[in-house]
């Protein structure tokens, strides 16, 4: 094909998405020509990943600008005849162009050509050489050959020809070719060896497109199908699914909406008979016999070398003929070796494409076969996975063996990955009959695997199902503390407490249960039992295995953060530390989860922020996700605490809506409370009110806060009547929780002085400016000094707030402390101008306001604006910074601290800028010297 410029000028060009930087590469080299250099530029990259598209834009733009612009399309069928596609883009060329001196020569060249005819071979090229020349001679020129691999022979033979002449007519080619390098070419590597070897070849490497380029593919193509609103599933699956490769994007964009037209629900694309065989050929090109063991490859999944025989019967094929097959899989890069040494299909989509060739009955057939020639292998976990998903897919109801096996391949996925275990214990209990003496351990399974991939609502509903169906002991103890558990995280509190009374009045209750009674006892506002069951839990510690100590401990833990009781708490975090010391990674894991998030909910920053670190790394190492959602309400606590608003935000923009769709409401009204405080006190109002316009939720704890939050957001926008009704209205509820009574009451004591009422102020405090911080917690203690303070104009108390806050690096509160002595205390200048920096570093922009503004009334100098200058680390940046060291990917540190992918790329833009560190290695050696400033 021949592209007129005068016809393309004014053509539209569909966009080019994600590959400015290598279009831009692609077209430097080819407008480099300089003197008598020849020059090719080769773009590699895997099939689909827009080899083509890159070619035909920079052909399109080439034309554009006057270059005679030749284009070689290739494939199996032209490869059969000498010279056949080049002679076609010649002959478009003298068709289009039929009276010059260049459209004579093509005929003579297409003449020489044609293999009918006897022309010696150098006559060929004298012959292909003028017609090159007389082209360059016109215009610059370039040949454009998509798919070289396909190329015939004599075809590459004669570009390398045309291309080692250096003559005074300089000729561009540009081709396609995919990774890995096509096997048993020898024409290809000759050329590509000559003439790299000449200094003629350049390279642009193509990779997957980023997430962001992928998405706006999407939504292009989405567009152009004319699908309006919202898809935002359908896009996270073709996120999910591509690779970053734009064809497999588009096939799996175009499965998602079929699936979605069909009303079915399926976790691949539903490719259409048709479309499933287009879209194979185009990327396996290989001969029936490799697409046969293809499909073998992808009903097992991984391949060994030792399962090379077992894909050769699958495939029905002769030992000998089944090595050869598989070994052109692997030479055409459609099988790739893993880290394990096995083999397995480039790509998801290719696998399911595969395998749904496979006929069923064929299918159910080879799923047999497998089970069965994998039984007879000596046995190991990893085995075992790989019987049971064959077994899977052919098993039937009452099926004893496949019972037993699909219920053991459940333990095994539940143990790493819990959200993958769900769909098996699922698949057990729809072949296992009613009443089989398996069917309620296997139920209970089910509920204890939904609650660890965090779906709390579920595993309640499948808990209850199976509880009636236990006998007493360890097992009906073990699901009923799950059950309380899981109420307890959806903010049923009183069920939560009912189920705990009703199964302790059980024998054999367990001290698990026991502990967790205590907690939600004292969330129920009744201290009297959860102190009492106190009792129970330590006459029992001692005797209890390693792990069930663990457990109750971090019930206690939980259950003195209520009581607010210090002491206890920096004890339990003792013995809490001890024991994970000698635990395994799961219940170490457990260990350091709660003590991240009870030492972040009383205001321990420090110990929090090291408890944090311990937790994200062993987090990134076990992928559990129960824990999850405490490790992000402790960051988003401990961020907020420390003033780096943005990252709490950040990590609550990341985690609510997931815990909304899971139904895990305690910590999603926590984290919807804290993201309104914390906009109402940037200045960011508009964006705080719609924040804060989620219904109130139904539990008192959620409720509480968000009463909290809102009348913050009321106080500072100056509608003061409204936040003092909303106070005094909900400390007159029966089932305020007494740990978050001191809460209210600081913030309703706040809108009275606001009010102009400091004496009603200080008569709301007068219970509680007495008690210690260790009995009270350390934010709430500093808030109610300072209002206490405030109300009374006490400097003494005022210092004791801003004491406890300045040692436990409360950052807010600290400013807010320095800007009251600043109204109030005797060294007004200094306390005001520190407090105007806080605040302006913390972005609080009101506050800050208000400093300046006393600043100004007072006659004293306004600091100056000032950039962030320092060098230290956040919270939050360490954090990172420490995982990288850990050698993890920027998408596995996005998912230990609950951010996007994005802005952890930010996060570490600013760590290279602040510690001089290049790159993750130089971040890393740092790391290991203990060079960084944190």
């Known amino acids: 094909m021949t592209l007129n410029g005068d016809a393309v000028r004014g053509a539209a060009q569909p966009p080019l998405i994600g590959r400015a930087r290598e279009y831009e590469r692609l077209l430097s080299r080819l407008t480099a020509l300089q003197g008598a250099v020849t020059r090719a530029v080769l773009v590699r990259g895997e099939a689909g990943i827009g080899k083509s598209r890159l070619l035909s834009a920079a052909a399109h733009d080439l034309a554009g600008r006057g270059w005679t612009v030749l284009e070689v399309r290739s494939d199996e069928i032209g490869a059969l005849v000498p010279y056949a596609e080049l002679r076609h883009a010649v002959d478009e060329y003298a068709r289009r162009d039929e009276s010059t001196v260049q459209a004579e020569l093509a005929r003579r ?19 292909a050489l003028r017609f090159f ?16 691999e396909l190329v015939d022979a004599d075809t590459l033979v004669l570009v390398a020809s045309v291309l080692r002449q250096r003559g005074r007519h300089p000729l561009a080619v540009a081709a396609g070719m995919r990774r890995p390098d096509p096997s048993g070419h020898a024409a290809l590597a000759a050329l590509l060896s000559r003439v790299g070897g000449d200094g003629l070849l350049d390279q642009v490497e193509i990779g997957p497109l980023d997430d962001d380029a992928v998405r706006r593919l999407a939504e292009l193509l989405l567009a152009d199908l004319k699908r309006d609103g919202a898809h935002d599933e359908i896009v996270a699956t073709v996120l999910r699914q591509s690779g970053g490769n734009p064809f ?21 694309p539903a490719f259409p008979v048709d479309r499933g065989r287009a879209f194979l050929d185009r990327v396996l090109r ?24 077992l894909a050769a019967d699958l495939a029905d094929l002769p030992a000998a003929r089944a090595a050869a097959a598989f070994d052109a899989l692997v030479g055409r890069g459609i099988l790739l070796v893993g880290d394990d040494g096995g083999f397995r299909l480039c790509h998801q989509l290719v696998r399911d494409a595969l395998y749904r060739e496979i006929g069923p009955a064929e299918r159910a057939r080879w799923h047999r076969m497998a089970a069965e020639r994998l039984s007879e292998l000596p046995g190991s976990p990893g085995l075992g996975l790989e019987i049971a998903a064959h077994l899977r897919q052919v098993a039937e109801f009452g099926d004893e063996r496949a019972i037993a096996v699909l219920a053991r391949a459940a333990e095994l996925a539940c143990a790493a990955a819990p959200r993958s275990a769900v769909p098996w214990f699922e698949q057990v209990l729809e072949i296992t009959p009613e009443g089989h003496p ?18 709390p609502r579920d595993a309640i509903d499948a808990g209850r199902r199976a509880l009636p169906a236990l006998a007493d002991g360890d097992a009906r103890a073990q699901l009923a503390t799950l059950v309380v558990g899981a109420l307890f995280l959806v903010g049923a509190i009183d069920e939560a407490a009912a189920l705990a009374d009703a199964e302790l009045g059980r024998p054999g209750t367990g001290l698990r249960l026991l502990s967790k009674a205590a907690h939600v006892h004292m969330a129920a506002n009744r201290p009297g039992d959860a102190l009492d069951d106190v009792a129970g839990v330590e006459r029992e510690l001692d005797s209890a295995p390693l792990t069930e100590r663990i457990h109750a401990l971090g019930n206690l833990a939980l259950m003195r953060t209520l009581q607010c009781n210090a002491d206890e708490l920096r004890a339990l975090w003792g013995r809490l530390s001890d024991l994970a010391e000698q635990a395994p990674a799961t219940s170490r894991l457990a260990a350091y989860a709660v003590t991240s998030y009870t030492q972040a909910a009383f205001g321990e920053t420090r110990a929090a922020s090291d408890s944090i670190s311990r937790a994200q790394r062993l987090h990134a190492q076990i992928g559990w996700t129960l824990y999850r959602d405490d490790l992000a309400v402790a960051q988003t606590h401990n961020a907020v605490n420390l003033g780096d608003w943005a990252a709490a935000v950040d990590i609550i923009d990341s985690i609510a809506p997931d815990l909304d769709a899971a ?20 200045g960011e109002w508009a964006a705080a009110r719609q924040a804060a316009a989620h219904p109130i939720s139904q539990n008192p704890h959620g409720a509480a806060v968000q009463t909290w939050s809102h009348a913050g957001l009321e106080i500072l926008v100056g509608d003061l009547d409204a936040a003092r009704t909303r106070l005094e209205r909900h400390l007159d509820r029966p089932d305020l929780p007494d740990w978050l009574r001191p809460r209210l009451v600081s913030r309703l004591a706040e809108a009275e002085i ?12 007068a219970g509680l400016a007495g008690r210690r911080a260790d009995l009270i917690g350390h934010p709430t203690y500093v808030a109610v000094q300072l209002a206490y303070g405030a109300a009374t104009r006490d400097t003494g108390v005022l210092l004791a707030g801003r004491a406890v806050a300045d040692e436990h690096r409360l950052a807010f509160l600290s400013g807010r402390a320095r800007l009251l002595l600043g109204t109030h ?38 600091p100056r604006e000032r950039g962030q200058t320092g060098t230290s680390l956040t919270d939050t940046e360490m954090q990172i910074a420490r995982l990288v060291q850990l050698g993890h990917s920027n998408r596995e540190i996005a998912a230990t601290v609950f951010l996007s992918v994005k802005t952890v790329e930010g996060h570490l833009s600013r760590i290279y800028h602040k510690t001089g560190c290049a790159n993750r290695l130089a971040l890393t050696r740092a790391l290991d010297a203990g060079l960084l400033p944190s």
Do not use: C, Y
Request: aromatic residues 2%; glycine residues 6%.
């Open 754 to 765: 606001e009010a102009g009422r400091p004496r009603r102020a200080a008569e709301l405090l």
């Open 825 to 862: 205390g005797d060294d007004a200048e200094s306390d005001l101008t520190a407090a105007a920096r806080t605040f302006k570093q913390l972005g609080a922009t009101p506050w800050r306001r208000r400093a300046v503004a006393e600043l100004r009334r007072r006659g004293f100098k306004i």
């Open 438 to 455: 398996r069917r309620a351990a296997i139920a209970a399974r089910l509920a204890r695997a939904l609650l660890l991939a965090g779906r």
């Open 286 to 309: 290989v001969e029936p016999e490799a697409r046969r063991i293809g499909r073998a490859a992808a009903l097992l999944g991984v391949v060994g070398i030792d399962r090379v025989p």
């Open 663 to 682: 139904g895990s409401f305690m910590h999603r009204d926590t984290l919807r409370a804290i993201k309104v405080d914390v906009l109402a006190n940037r």
């Open 248 to 268: 497999f994007a588009v096939q799996s964009l175009l499965g998602a909406l079929e699936t979605e037209s069909s009303g079915a629900s399926a976790p691949l």
């Open 133 to 148: 020349a007389a082209l360059a001679d016109r215009a610059p020129t370039v040949l454009v050959v998509d798919d070289l």
């Open 109 to 127: 060249l297409i003449a020489a050509l044609d293999v009918a005819t006897d022309h010696p071979l150098a006559a060929v090229h004298a012959t």
